[in-house]
DNA sequence: TCCATGTCCAACCCATTGGTTGGGAATGAG
DNA sequence: CTCATTCCCAACCAATGGGTTGGACATGGA
């Protein structure tokens, strides 16, 4: 077998963001991250450096394949609903990128990795929405930022907050991912009609 | 000095809160807890046992605080942004609650401390809900649970996501608690509508 | 063939941390 | 005064976990 340390790398990479995502970066453990991978635990250091490293890498890499996956054109600014439920079905089928962002927002009181690319990846939602609101295809009742603001932080929490799911909609039984999806779009729909 | 025990307890209470706020359940240090309470480690396991105890404690003393400070009467349900615009002033004078609240959420997957006694209290407050959408002062186009939902997720993604906030609003650096707070109501009364 | 590099393994180092223990001092009820 | 209780202090224990090291084998290019 060829040497192939992209794929040791990746693999690495993989494992942690799984234990990451589950644990947290307290939680996490290198020598976990690397059974799981199936990779001896010293290349994490020879790779990434340090546990505090590797979650800035599983930070990055995350963030890129969501924004990959979950675009947002000008057309699909008039409808952020629909933008909301693919975001939802992105966090539904990929768990660890929401769960990593709430351990960022909760351990990373000042600075976080890649600020400013995620800023400028914002900025340009932002510029999206607000074209759509100069065109009159969306509301501009709320200012763009505050309205992706709004659509994340309601997204976000139906997988940040299972516990308050459970409480506030166990009385109907009717707590499954698609009843949620379908709130969640009638939610931001009414938000931004 | 007589001995006064309840407040040793509440001293330890009160550090722990703001301990396990501050860093969440696993990166809370018992150690710690003690040193801010002024009381020695060791009491910490004569009046809560371990740490899971004491976070269980924690977290039960928390939610008996936020359910006194902010009630939701019948008349106030008329007005959903009222409410969380003062849900959200509680938070911000206590931003401790909502961060237990979302590390709860990460770290407890099943079960969560007092999950009867929270059911029910939110429960009551669907109930209050659900009565103004049949008298006709809220919108019932949305479910109880929903709007709910979206109140509680909306109100705490300023305080456990702040990262967002920066990295969204800071263009036009008005990301004041006044300003947060503001957009919180106008959203929510958007959707109640 | 030689050799730099990737990899595994296993042990190791050392600081941290949850939790314990024993001794002794303060307190207040009886 | 006596004594059970509360408390402090300091040391201690066992386990965990981040990070390192050294030795050995595999690989493939020069």
């Known amino acids: 077998m060829a040497w192939d340390t992209a794929r040791t790398r990746q693999l690495l990479l993989d494992a942690a963001v799984e234990e990451f995502a589950e644990h947290g970066p307290e939680g996490a453990r290198v020598a976990r991250v690397a059974t799981r991978a199936g990779i001896n635990k010293e290349r994490i250091y020879q790779y990434f450096g340090s546990k505090e490293k590797l979650f800035v890498a599983v930070l990055e890499s995350e963030l890129q394949k969501l924004a990959a996956a979950v675009p947002l054109t000008d057309e699909q600014a008039a409808d952020l609903g629909d933008y909301a439920g693919r975001v939802f079905d992105y966090h539904h089928t990929h768990p660890h990128f929401v769960r990593l962002l709430a351990w960022e927002g909760l351990l990373c009181q000042d600075r976080v990795a890649a600020e ?16 759509a609101q100069r065109n009159g295809t969306l509301t501009d009742a709320v200012g763009a930022g505050e ?15 299972p516990q308050l799911t459970r409480m506030l909609m166990s009385p109907a039984a009717r707590s499954g991912p698609e ?8 939610v931001v729909r009414r938000l931004t009609s």
Chains 1, 2 share one sequence.
Request: glycine share 0%.
């Open 179 to 186: 009843h949620q999806r379908a709130a969640l779009v009638t």
């Open 116 to 131: 400013c690319e995620r800023t400028d990846h914002y900025a340009e939602k932002i510029a999206t929405v607000t074209a």
């Open 147 to 161: 309205l992706m603001h709004a659509v994340i932080a309601l997204t976000a929490s139906w997988f940040t907050l």
